[in-house]
C-alpha cells in the first residue's frame, strides 16, 4: 500500500483550474512539511508549493505565487493544490512529497 496517493490530474484548458489531492494512508502530515513537487519531461523536479508543519506556513515557487494554493484537512490526511489560470508550461507530472516519503504522481496536461 502506497503511503502518499496523489489524484485530480487531467486534461485543461490553457485558463482552466485543476485542484490536486494527496491522500495519506498515515497521520504523517501532521508530523512532516508537505510539499508539491513537479517533474515535466526533460527537466529537473522542482519544488511547486510547500506547507510548513508548525505555524502553517506557506512557500510557493515564483510561477505558482498568485496561481496555486497548497492547503491542507489534518483530519482527512489529506494535502491540496488548488491551481488556477493555468498554462500549457504547467504540463507536468505533480508529486505530493513529505519527508522521505513520495507518490507516484499524478499527470497535468494543459491544453487546447
Known amino acids: 500500500q502506497e503511503l502518499l496517493v496523489e489524484s485530480g490530474g487531467g486534461l485543461v484548458q490553457p485558463g482552466g483550474s485543476l485542484r490536486l489531492s494527496c491522500a495519506a494512508s498515515?497521520?504523517?502530515?501532521?508530523?512532516?512539511?508537505v510539499g508539491w513537487y513537479r517533474q515535466a519531461p526533460g527537466k529537473q523536479r522542482e519544488l511547486v508549493a510547500q506547507?510548513?508543519?508548525?505555524?502553517?506556513?506557506?512557500n510557493y515557487a515564483l510561477f505558482a505565487k498568485g496561481r496555486f494554493t497548497i492547503s491542507r484537512d489534518n483530519a482527512k490526511n489529506t494535502v491540496y493544490l488548488q491551481m488556477n489560470s493555468l498554462k500549457p508550461e504547467d504540463t507536468a507530472v505533480y508529486y505530493c512529497?513529505?519527508?522521505?516519503?513520495w507518490g507516484q504522481g499524478t499527470q497535468v496536461t494543459v491544453s487546447s
Open positions: 506547507m510548513i508543519t508548525t505555524g502553517n506556513n506557506t
Open positions: 512529497n513529505a519527508w522521505r516519503f
Open positions: 498515515a497521520p504523517i502530515f501532521r508530523l512532516y512539511d
